[in-house]
Structures are given as C-alpha cells and as structure tokens.
C-alpha cells in the first residue's frame, strides 16, 4: 500500500525557521545594515557548508522572481522583500535557503514522493552549521523565537504535497479537510499559505510546533497523510468502478485540448494537465513522469516568459497553447 502513495503524495518538505538574536524580526528592521549583516553572515555559513547559488533578489527582474515563485524555489514574501532579500540554492535544488523573508532564515528541503524523514535529516545538518556558527534567537520554554507564533518551538513545518482528484470529484474534500484540521494540521494551495488550490495540488502540513518535538510533527503529519492516501485511492477505485466511462472521457477530452487548443489560460492549463495527470495514474495514458511535471511550471506565466521570446508579437494564451500543443504530444502516449 505504501508504494501506491507515491502516487498521491507529489513532494515531501521540511523547512526551519530560525532568526538572529538580538535582531529585530525583518518587518521590523529599522537599519538596512541589520539587513546585509544577516545576508552576509548566513551567506558565509552557507558557503562553508556546501554549494550553494547565492541570489540576491534585488538582482533579478519581478519575471524571473516569479518564476522562481512559480518553481517553489521563493516564496511571495521574499519578493515583497526583493530589496533586502536573497535565496541560496544547492546545486541539485533540494536544499534552499530564504534570508529576510519572515523571519531572517527559513532552511528547507524537499524530496519527491512520501518521505518527511530524508529532507529532515538533510536540513538538521546544515540547521546544526548554522546553530553552531550563529547566535540564533531560543528561549528556554518558548523554544526558537520566530516571527510567527505557530513557528515558535521547533520552528519546524513538516509539509507533504498531495494529489488528490478523486478525493475531489466523490464531494469529499470537506469531510477530509474537518477531519485534517482536527489533528491539529492545516491544509494550503500550491504556492503556500495564502494560495488556493489549483488542479487539486494541496499541502498538508503542521500548524503549530510548540511543545512538540521534531519527531513527534513528522509523525503527526505522516500518520494524517497516510489516511488521506488511503481515502484517495479508495475513491479512485470507486470512480473507475461506477463511472469509468464518463471519466475516461472527460480525461481525453483535456488531453484532446491540450494538444490541440489555439488559446490557453493558465489556470484552465492547470485544471487541464491536472486531468491527463490523473490519467496516467489511472492506466489511460502512459507519461513520461518527470518532463510532464515540468509542464505545470513551464507553462506558468513568468517561466513561459522566460522560456519563450515570442510575447511581444503573439498574446500570452497562444505562446502557452503552442508550446502545451507540442509538449504534450511527446510526454504522453494514448492507451487503455
């Protein structure tokens, strides 16, 4: 059974929020040196630690800002922070770290897949440098003191990304939001807090971390997720069961848009993919997994800008359209 949550959890996170004792928390900062002492202080640790590209955000346009939003490489309030703010990103892109966001470091990790443990042995190693080589703000009962009070403890969110359409389309997702929210844990949409859902991609995450331990998150959040897994593929079952025909077609038809549409949004693009996705795991189509993950951020605005030089003499919905035509005809192959 474990193996078939694969197929429902996309990615797997752990991110650590920690800030600079005796600083002011970054909406406070009064002084911009505070600022760069932060950015030039973490920037050293980091690169005593391993390799990571250091972007100082100032440097780079709103587009490709947002592509790197659209990514999940920075969050919405790193931009807001764009002046003062910078992100160092390993080599493979598992390990990111966000300066002057929220609070003055927030480390994450993530990996594919149903595995909260792996990212978190990754980002303790690099915490312990920082710990070990910053005066990091703690309070003996409150734990690290971080500018959110849900953060404060552990200053842990353990989040796992998940697929779940079928969850979604037998009326379920109400019921199995009550019940996420009553273990303590809290649901967002695909770029965070304060996003809503696109596609059915949702995070589920832990809403506070005081008075628990690191382990003790991870195993709340995994035992909820696991749940979820299992309802999701129970309804998936269900689905093919009592209404093979009238999905099968509604999956074709978006494969049928997609391959051939003349204009795009990129929110029906999403909605779109989303259905040849649930296709896939469902045995309609064959796809070439890791490249038609890609589309969903490659089609996005600021990476489609980034990928195309075509905006300036044709709209946007049809850059998207050609590009979403010609990729999804070499990604997926038609079957069952």
């Not at 931009?79 to 892109?93: G, R």
């Not at 978006?254 to 929110?267: D, P, W």
Request: overall charge negative.
């Amino acid at each position: 059974m474990f193996e078939d949550f694969e197929k429902v959890a996309i990615s797997s996170r752990i991110r650590l929020a920690r800030n600079f004792a005796g600083f002011n928390f970054f909406t406070k900062l009064s002084n911009v040196d505070d600022a760069e002492f932060i950015l030039a202080t973490t920037k050293k640790v980091l690169d005593e630690y391993g390799d990571f590209d250091f972007i100082r955000l100032k440097s780079l346009s709103l587009n490709e800002c947002n592509a790197l939003l659209e990514r999940h490489i920075i969050s919405k309030e790193l931009i807001e922070n764009k002046d003062i703010s910078a992100v160092a990103i390993s080599s493979d892109e598992h390990t990111i770290v966000m300066m002057n966001e929220e609070d003055h470091i927030r480390a994450q990790c993530i990996y594919s897949g149903l595995n909260l443990y792996r990212p978190y042995r990754e980002i303790k190693k690099l915490d312990d440098k920082l710990l070990s080589e910053i005066d990091i703000a703690y309070n003996s009962r409150l734990g690290f003191i971080t500018a959110s009070p849900s953060n404060l403890g552990t200053g842990m969110r353990a989040s796992v990304m998940l697929f779940l359409p079928a969850i979604e389309k037998r009326g379920e997702f109400d019921m199995m939001k009550k019940e996420v929210y009553s273990k303590g844990l809290t649901i967002r949409g695909l770029y965070g807090e304060g996003t809503n859902s696109y596609g059915s991609f949702y995070q589920i995450s832990n809403q506070n971390s005081l008075g628990k331990s690191e382990e003790e998150i991870i195993e709340e959040v995994l035992d909820e997720i696991s749940s979820i897994c299992e309802m999701e593929l129970s309804a998936r079952e269900d689905i093919l069961s009592n209404d093979h025909l009238n999905l099968k077609d509604e999956i074709f038809r978006a494969y049928g848009i997609l391959s051939e549409c003349a204009c795009l949004s990129e929110t029906e693009m999403i909605k779109l993919l989303s259905l040849v996705k649930f296709g896939g795991v469902l045995g309609f189509f064959k796809i070439k997994e890791k490249e038609f993950e890609k589309l969903f951020t490659e089609g996005s605005t600021a990476n489609l800008k980034e990928l195309s030089n075509l905006f300036e003499i044709k709209k946007e919905e049809v850059v998207r359209a050609e590009y979403i035509n010609r990729k999804i005809k070499e990604l997926v192959l038609k079957g069952g």
